[in-house]
């Protein structure tokens, strides 16, 4: 299908620009497998030029730690003082510290330079083998640009909780923050139906309990059928502003990955509703879940990007976009991204020659085993 379809680019109520989180440079000491790099993530040269930096290397040389350093980062400039270990539950045998911080060294350190859209400010991070999580960060310049209601959203130990369960590998869910997200290489959408109960109220970030003893939530899906069930009308509560949009960009992004819509809603034996797709061939309707790896990887990745920074657009991690994707796939990802989603600044490590060669040399970074 020709890259000529026109995606809905946000979903802003005003014509004035969003305010805007980006990461301008990073330091990173004895955390992982890195035991000291800086890295710098340049504004483009030209105005308008996609924000994107791509990080190529062979396995092993710390791309994956850039992004998780990146992340905590962002979470050390809203949190002056945490302590990791507490975030786990007590049958998860799990020390974070043991995991972040290089072997044989005392603390890890991250420090980096923020902008709020122009107003730059510096974040350290210091994470000790106690598990303490320290930074002298002033949180302020953060707190002007979120709404009181989002940082309050952010601040809360629920969210601290996902996002280290995400750290760590045990939510296969991307971590999704106003201003901020991440994807991680280990990121899937869950399959099976939904309950119509989980739609009363986006718990999607407090059911950090599911995680061991079933399968978490897929927030890909429940946005779905919020929309879906507003866009009937079916239901009081439930805010229809948007909901025509959402269907709109989900099925321009279905039609493009997997010539089909989705339209309607199948109840199942269980009592859970799946989403039927509509071929456009007129063939007979099938579920989503039927839809290959990767075609259900591209369509969620482009779609939450759009959904979760249209009005809030930020910092954009993803670490390998290339997965369960055809090649053809590689070589336009990049293209789609900024066409969807362009007012974010997109870090990307990836292992396909394609994603690396799509973007400018300047927009380029190649980790070597002297930088390790």
Not at 100 to 110: M, P, V, W, Y
Not at 341 to 349: D, S, V
Not at 353 to 370: H, Y
Request: proline content about 4%; charged content about 25%.
């Amino acid at each position: 299908m020709t890259d000529q379809v026109e995606i809905n680019k946000g979903h802003t109520q005003s014509n004035q620009q969003p305010q805007s989180i980006k990461i301008r440079n990073l330091k990173i000491r004895n955390f992982k497998g890195l035991d000291d790099i800086e890295l710098d993530f340049p504004v483009p040269q030209l105005k308008g030029d996609p924000d994107i930096i791509v990080m190529g290397s062979r396995n092993g040389l710390g791309k994956t730690s850039v992004l998780e350093s990146c992340a905590l980062l962002f979470l050390a400039a809203f949190q002056d003082k945490i302590s990791l270990n507490r975030f786990l539950s007590p049958g998860i045998s799990i020390n974070i510290p043991d995991l972040l911080i290089r072997g044989g060294e005392e603390d890890a350190n991250i420090s980096g330079d923020f902008f709020v859209d122009h107003q730059k400010f510096s974040v350290n991070l210091q994470i000790s083998r106690t598990g303490n999580f320290k930074t002298n960060t002033d949180t302020s310049a953060f707190k002007q640009v979120l709404t009181q209601k989002h940082f309050q959203l952010f601040y809360t130990s629920d969210n601290i909780e996902r996002f280290f369960y995400s750290l760590v590998g045990l939510s296969p869910e991307p971590v999704l923050l106003p201003h901020f997200i991440y994807f991680h290489s280990y990121r899937k959408i869950q399959e099976g139906g939904l309950e119509l109960g989980m739609m009363v109220e986006d718990k999607s970030y407090r059911r950090l309990k599911r995680v061991r003893a079933e399968l978490p939530i897929s927030t890909f899906k429940l946005e779905i059928l919020r929309s879906l069930m507003s866009r009937g009308g079916l239901f009081e509560n439930i805010d229809d502003t948007e909901s025509e949009k959402v269907i709109e960009t989900l099925n321009e992004l279905m039609s493009r990955y997997a010539s089909g819509t989705i339209e309607k809603l199948r109840p199942s034996p269980d009592n859970t509703i799946e989403f039927r797709i509509t071929p456009t061939n007129g063939s007979a309707s099938f579920t989503f879940d039927g839809l290959s790896s990767g075609q259900k990887e591209i369509i969620s990745t482009l779609f939450l990007i759009w959904k979760y920074t249209a009005r809030y657009p930020g910092i954009v991690l993803i670490d390998e976009p290339e997965l369960h994707l055809n090649a053809e796939w590689h070589r336009r990802f990049i293209h789609h991204l900024y066409q969807l989603a362009p007012n974010n600044q997109y870090i990307i490590a990836t292992h396909s020659e394609d994603i690396f060669a799509s973007v400018e040399s300047d927009r380029r970074i190649l980790l070597s085993s002297g930088e390790d």
